[in-house]
């Protein structure tokens, strides 16, 4: 009976966030049985899913010391320049696939440009991307001169809408992409290179590891990863507009941290950011459904990433930090 | 006034699963100089934690001053005039070396800090101790030399009657080692008795009046130096005897793997050449700062040469980058196991197959099955000693993580292998091991570098000796004209 215990012993102390997220799930069974119904869950998992992108690659940055402010306005501008190919391309599925291509192509070139702003010029990542950050939002007022960017393209709609099983389409590509990243990370000589690079950059590179190459690729994915949630957000909303989306940043790092893995680089695991940019969005529409207004959402935001911090610092005793 | 300063006795302290101490009595006379020796994880440490509070002991009594006393933490260590000089530096290093002299007790005037009486009174403290270097000098302008002497000089500033200190000249140069050893036979004429912890058993003939030896958590002896000798020390600290301190080896050389030919880095190196050959161990001797390292950076392309050729088996390479050598086949074991040969809270698994996870992989992709077989496989050839593959690497003993570096590097598959300091900071018997590892690479084939301070052994294990001297090669010598002497008068030669 022992080893039982034990199991569960050891699962209570390595995963409070997990045990968090089902012990809230639970609770709002109890209060509230309507949450759990089948169209909430639905779109509480598409929120999930069109951040959760730019959440993993987040977290891969964060695992190889590197990090994105620039995050939120690629996106924004992955929104924009989408919507406004796919009004100037036509609907046909060529036309469509073109445009999702030739728009991944401009927000992987901010990654390019950021990833050789940081390796070169050797700025810390933290101001080069606040700065590009910045400069591609004006770039992005510039061209849709401050208005939204609309699209009624079919397809997209369909995109957006479509159901599989009771769960979104764009949910699925977000599980796609949690395959993708936890493969990556796991299974090959690039992810292993990333987390040695977050580990110990100088010992990662006298280890004959191309740190180099590393910390530059990781601003591309982020780029790319920007681009999908952008062409996700645009399915749902079929429009595009620099104000959608200004706290992507910063929602990912919460992700990524609340579900556990360290600022600090070198540790931590895609499946974390899962967990805890799941209990990020169950928390807030659990909250909302609760009935607290929407003016408080953005300040529960802020206790709750808090609070989930500090309690899993407590079950932990702050080892994870 | 007793005898002894320090009487600590029974001593007896259990962690989880190990007793690191069992029933040790350790005596300090009042202005002796008494060496601690014994092998990593034998107990030293833990005994001098316990003597500056850090730890306290499950069974036994420390007399200090002939008073039994109890100290419960560093604080109180320091109140009862025990001073420590760690190998590692605590020491703010954007701070000037006065301010971190003076770093808990600024003078003031008139509210303000004096810095004027500040950089004077250090200046003069610095100058009294014959180190050369300015009070004024932030931390990260010293070199680890001079900040281990800051080191040093913090401690004596506090006017201790018992000074510990912890392998002090590990990073150390020949000049500075001797100033220090002044310094120091000059406490014991003040009459301040020093505990001595070194791996170097010339240092402690040179200097300890007692020595006492500890073996796994015992001590094994405890008696005046004179009445002690080099072998008999080694064959108490390992528990066996150890016939010759440099293992045998005969080969045969190959041909030519490695040609340096004028390497030139603007400011450090000029116009090296040397040539290195499968199954030879060629050393690198020279003074701190007289270029070795900077030759080695430059060959495993960990830093930019200006000029110079590289030829790899008799082909001209370009190295750019540190990957680029690795598929050349060298690798380059650094100085500094912690900070720059492993990712310390990575386990041994990860820290062992990272140089080559091509070897790792099943079907292209990592396997883990297959990097737990293979670095288990390497652990044990090295006879690493570790509780399980998935310790961290913090977690290890100083002679164990360097094998663990060693491990890693064998585990790449390159032939050119230049160790830095491979020996730094390691016990005999781990010493031991590591030589007989690098014979039997040599043997094995492999061409090895090795970049040493220590004169006995780069002499001891080398075929070939080059010496740098300032930035520049000032000599070759092979195994019959290796003579201390010679080396080190070519050593000072620049």
């Known amino acids: 009976m022992r080893s039982k215990v034990s199991v569960i012993k050891r699962f209570v102390n390595k995963q409070p966030v997990l045990l968090l997220f089902i012990f809230f799930i639970l609770l709002m069974v109890v209060i509230k049985p309507t949450f759990v119904s089948i169209t909430n869950i639905k779109n509480i998992l598409i929120d999930v899913s069109i951040y959760g992108v730019s959440a993993l690659a987040m977290t891969i940055a964060i695992i190889t010391g590197a990090f994105d402010l620039s995050l939120a306005s690629n996106f924004a501008w992955g929104q924009i320049f989408f919507c406004f190919l796919l009004n ?52 992005s007022l510039v061209f849709t001169k401050g208005n939204m960017v609309s699209t009624s393209n079919p397809f997209i709609k369909q995109m957006g809408r479509g159901t599989f099983l009771g769960l979104s389409y764009l949910t699925y590509i977000f599980i796609g992409f949690v395959a993708l990243a936890y493969f990556v990370m796991t299974y090959t000589r690039f992810g292993r290179g990333l987390y040695a690079t977050g580990g110990n950059m100088k010992a990662a590179e006298l280890s004959g590891i191309n740190v180099k190459l590393s910390r530059f690729s990781i601003f591309v994915i982020l780029g790319f990863a920007a681009g999908i949630s952008g062409a996700m957000f645009v399915c749902l909303m079929r429009a595009g507009s620099v104000l959608y989306g200004t706290d992507l940043a910063l929602t990912c790092v919460a992700a990524t941290v609340v579900g556990g893995t360290p600022l600090t680089g070198g540790k931590g695991s895609v ?41 899993d610092a407590f079950m932990t005793r702050g080892e994870r930090w | 006034m007793a005898d002894y300063i320090l009487e600590m006795h029974h001593i007896t302290k259990r962690f989880p699963g190990v007793v690191a101490l069992h029933d040790v009595s350790f ?30 002991a499950d069974e036994g009594t420390i007399v200090l001053n002939g008073e039994e006393t109890i100290i419960r933490n560093t604080t109180e260590a320091k109140a009862k005039g025990i ?7 605590n020491l703010v290093n954007s701070l000037s070396v006065a301010e971190n002299l003076y770093i808990n007790r600024l003078p003031k005037r008139k509210g303000r800090i004096d810095w004027k009486a500040i950089n004077r009174e250090a200046q003069e403290f610095l100058d009294s101790l014959g180190f050369n270097f300015k009070a004024t000098q932030k931390i990260e302008q010293l070199s680890a030399a001079q900040r281990q002497l800051v080191e040093i000089a913090k401690v004596l500033a506090l006017n201790n009657s018992l000074i510990v200190m912890d392998e002090p000249t590990s990073s150390l140069t020949t000049t500075e080692t001797e100033i220090l050893f002044k310094l120091i036979e000059n406490l014991k004429k003040e009459g301040i008795s020093i505990v001595y912890i070194s791996h170097k058993l010339e240092e402690v003939f040179r200097l300890a009046d007692t020595t006492t030896i500890l073996r796994d958590g015992e001590v094994i002896d405890s008696a005046p130096t004179a009445t002690l000798t080099r072998d008999k020390i080694v064959e108490k600290m390992v528990g066996r005897s150890v016939d010759t301190e440099y293992p045998h080896r005969s080969c045969e050389l190959g041909e030519v793997v490695l040609k340096v030919d004028n390497i030139t880095r603007n400011g450090l190196i000029e116009d090296i050449s040397f040539e290195l050959r499968r199954g030879e161990i060629l050393g690198f001797a020279g003074l701190i700062g007289s270029g070795r390292t900077e030759v080695a950076e430059a060959i495993f392309g960990a830093e930019v040469y200006h000029e110079g050729v590289i030829e790899v088996g008799g082909k001209k390479v370009a190295i750019h980058s540190t990957h680029q050598a690795k598929d050349e086949g060298i690798g380059l074991l650094t100085e500094d196991r912690k900070e720059t040969g492993l990712v310390l809270d990575y386990n041994l698994i990860w820290n062992i197959t990272i140089t080559n996870l091509n070897k790792v992989r099943r079907r292209k992709f990592i396997s883990s099955k297959a990097e737990m077989q293979l670095a288990d496989q390497f652990s044990k050839e090295l006879n690493i000693k570790t509780p399980s593959l998935k310790q961290y690497a913090i977690n290890l003993s100083g002679g164990n993580q360097q094998k663990v570096v060693f491990a890693k590097w064998l585990f790449s598959d ?55 001297s300032g930035g520049k090669k000032v000599g070759e010598l092979n195994r019959e004209e290796a003579t201390p002497e010679a080396v080190m008068s070519l050593a000072v030669s620049n």
């Open chain 1, 271 to 311: 499946l974390r950011t899962v967990v805890g940019i799941l209990l990020i969005y169950v928390l807030y529409k659990g909250l909302a459904f609760l009935g607290l207004q929407g003016y408080y959402n953005t300040m529960i935001r802020g206790i709750v990433l808090l609070t989930v911090v500090s309690i």
């Open chain 1, 88 to 139: 100037a391309w036509g609907e046909s599925p060529g036309a469509m696939l073109a445009a999702l291509l030739v728009m991944l192509l401009s927000t992987m070139a901010v990654g390019v440009i950021n990833g050789l702003i940081v390796v070169v010029t050797k700025i810390p990542a933290f101001i080069a991307t606040l700065a590009t950050g910045i400069i591609l939002k004006g770039f």
């Open chain 2, 27 to 56: 005596k300090v006379r009042r202005g002796e100089i008494h060496a601690l020796v014994g092998e990593n994880g034998a107990g030293k440490s833990t005994l001098m934690k316990i003597l500056n509070g850090v730890y306290q």
């Open chain 2, 83 to 89: 001073g420590l000089v760690f190998q590692e530096f």
């Open chain 2, 414 to 468: 390159v032939d050119i292998l230049i160790l830095d300091e491979p020996t730094r900071g390691i016990d005999v018997g781990a010493k031991y091991e590591i030589y007989q590892l690098m014979n039997q690479l040599a043997e094995q084939g492999k061409a090895i570098i090795m970049i040493s301070s220590e004169l006995p052994e780069v002499i001891g294990m080398s075929d070939r000796l080059v010496v740098l």
